[in-house]
Structure formats: structure tokens, C-alpha cells
């Protein structure tokens, strides 16, 4: 039962870096990548930064920025094998 749960979540995380892939290149249309980048008005609430979607995939991907995580991005042939050879924490 182990076994499926890290396959899953394997899954799940080569999904979430492919689709990064296709907003980032714009393949999604402009408004995606709009919502990802722009900035929001106003004052956030005190006390730590909560996570957002990006920072996820930033993790994943090895990067320390959001630049060096959109430049990994735009190469689709670098980043396909990155996804393709991505394992989980445990080695699997």
C-alpha cells in the first residue's frame, strides 16, 4: 500500500511540473501566466508568507528563484528531463 501512495504522489508531482511548464511557455495563453506573475494590490496580514503554487514547483525543481525556475522552464528539453528523472524523498 506504501508503494502506491509514493507512485501517486510521484504522479502528482511530475503533473504539477509539466503544467508549470505549459503556463510559463505561455502554451495556456497569456491570462495563466498573468495570474502567476502579477502582483496583488494592498497589504498582506502579519506573520510568515504563506505558500503559494510557484513555490511548490520551485522546490521541485531545485531552484533557489522564481528567475532561475522560469529560465529551467522555458528550456522544454532540459525541463522534460527533469521531470522525467524526478524522484521523490525518499529516492523512489
Given at each position: 500500500m506504501?508503494?502506491f501512495?509514493e507512485?501517486?504522489l510521484?504522479?502528482?508531482?511530475?503533473?504539477?511540473?509539466?503544467?508549470a511548464?505549459?503556463?510559463?511557455r505561455?502554451?495556456?495563453?497569456?491570462?495563466l501566466?498573468?495570474f502567476?506573475?502579477?502582483?496583488?494590490?494592498?497589504?498582506?496580514?502579519?506573520?510568515?508568507?504563506?505558500?503559494?503554487?510557484?513555490?511548490?514547483?520551485?522546490?521541485l525543481?531545485?531552484?533557489?528563484s522564481?528567475?532561475d525556475?522560469?529560465q529551467k522552464?522555458?528550456?522544454?528539453?532540459e525541463?522534460?528531463?527533469m521531470?522525467?528523472?524526478l524522484?521523490?524523498?525518499?529516492?523512489t
Open positions: 506504501a508503494d501512495g507512485r501517486l510521484q504522479q502528482l508531482m511530475k503533473r504539477k511540473l509539466r503544467y511548464g505549459h503556463i510559463i505561455g502554451s495556456s495563453g497569456p491570462l501566466q498573468l502567476l506573475e502579477g502582483k496583488i494590490e494592498g497589504k498582506r496580514e502579519q506573520g510568515r508568507p504563506r505558500r503559494n503554487w510557484m513555490d511548490g514547483v520551485k522546490e525543481s531545485g531552484s533557489t522564481y528567475g525556475t522560469k522552464l522555458e528550456n522544454r528539453e525541463w522534460r528531463d521531470v522525467a528523472n524522484r521523490t524523498e525518499d529516492g
